[in-house]
């Protein structure tokens, strides 16, 4: 559906034309499912999510600033509710079930969350060392390394415009500053 058609039809709904509706459900309903059935929901689950971003549209059906934009919308509604059933899903249910008894659990144990909270102590610390090393660097080397590790990484004519450095010898001058922060690292026994 085009969005001027969808933003007419939404006016129309509003003041009460069942005809604008029925286009509304029949033009964007497959949008509306295809984000309940990507979240993996059982058909039950998909019908309420359907059900309930329709419902939350007829609810908000006057209030709607933007009515083109109504397929961003349900679907924005469809992916919440989606999220909300499986976050709730995800709560314990008393069951008598075997199988569903001698399955592992998926919490950490104590042992695991201690080995893991060292590990993140030992990454954090490799990483305060690999910036203290960085900046033991040449001034060179440190705008080069920074403005090729920018997001969005940056072209290599952009690299050369900025820091006044020829196309051809960006590569090359990346290696061996990279070479020599390897190197400052291996020297003081840290492996990144």
Excluded: N
């Excluded at 993996?40 to 549209?57: I, N, P």
């Excluded at 592992?104 to 695991?112: F, I």
């Excluded at 305060?128 to 590790?149: K, Y």
């Amino acid at each position: 559906m085009d969005r001027a058609d969808v933003g007419v039809l939404v006016q129309l709904a509003a003041d009460g034309d069942a005809a604008a509706w029925k286009q509304l459900v029949d033009g964007l309903g497959p949008l509306v499912w295809s984000v309940a059935r990507s979240h993996g929901l059982s058909d039950a689950d998909a019908h309420e999510v359907y059900q309930t971003a329709w419902f939350r549209f007829a609810q908000h059906l006057g209030r709607i600033r933007e009515p083109e934009k109504t397929g961003s919308w349900l679907a924005s509604t469809a992916r919440h509710e989606c999220l909300k059933l499986l976050r709730a899903s995800k709560r314990w249910t008393p069951t008598d079930d075997p199988q569903l008894l001698d399955r592992p659990s998926e919490e950490r144990t104590p042992e695991e969350s201690v080995l893991d909270s060292e590990e993140a102590a030992a990454q954090t610390e490799r990483v305060r060392r690999l910036w203290q090393e960085f900046e033991e660097l040449g001034e060179r080397c440190r705008q080069l390394l920074r403005v090729l590790i920018s997001s969005p990484p940056p072209s290599y004519q952009e690299v050369s415009a900025a820091l006044g450095i020829a196309v051809g010898s960006i590569g090359p001058m990346r290696q061996r500053c990279l070479r020599r922060l390897r190197a400052r690292l291996e020297a003081r026994g840290t492996t990144t």
